[in-house]
């Protein structure tokens, strides 16, 4: 069993910046697929963003390329995604997945663990 906790979010401005942290327990993320993705208020949860543990692919939606980056601390055990220039319509409760199929990282159903969520709220 894997034990997925994330933290980090918060309130801030259209145009800041968050880091939301996804620490793991049970057992190493190392061999994962790890993905991020969130959901708003009356909408489907969607993918964000992606990544293959060992690093050798990195996935993003298109919404958040450019301005959200995917990384990972092996010591910590914790993935991280790190959110610049952001929009109001970033607002979401995003969540930490982990154990995704490499050949299907953007569909939640892939996914085997899930963690409780952490909200980010963009201002305008």
């Known amino acids: 069993q894997v034990q997925l906790v994330e933290s980090g979010g918060g309130l801030v401005q259209a145009g800041g910046s968050l880091r939301v942290s996804c620490a793991a327990s049970?057992?190493?993320?190392?061999?994962?697929?790890m993905g991020w993705f969130r959901q708003a208020p009356g909408k489907e949860r969607e993918f964000v963003a992606a990544?293959?543990?060992?690093?050798?692919?990195?996935y993003y939606a298109d919404s958040v390329k450019g301005r959200f980056t995917i990384s990972r601390d092996n010591a910590k055990n914790t993935v991280y995604l790190q959110m610049n220039s952001l929009k109001p319509e970033d607002t979401a409760v995003y969540y930490c997945?982990?154990?995704?199929?490499?050949?299907?990282?953007?569909?939640?159903?892939?996914?085997?663990?899930w963690g409780q969520g952490t909200q980010v709220t963009v201002s305008s």
């Open positions: 990544m293959i543990w060992s690093g050798t692919g990195i």
């Open positions: 997945a982990a154990n995704g199929l490499p050949t299907s990282v953007r569909n939640s159903g892939s996914y085997g663990y």
């Open positions: 049970g057992r190493t993320l190392s061999g994962f697929v």
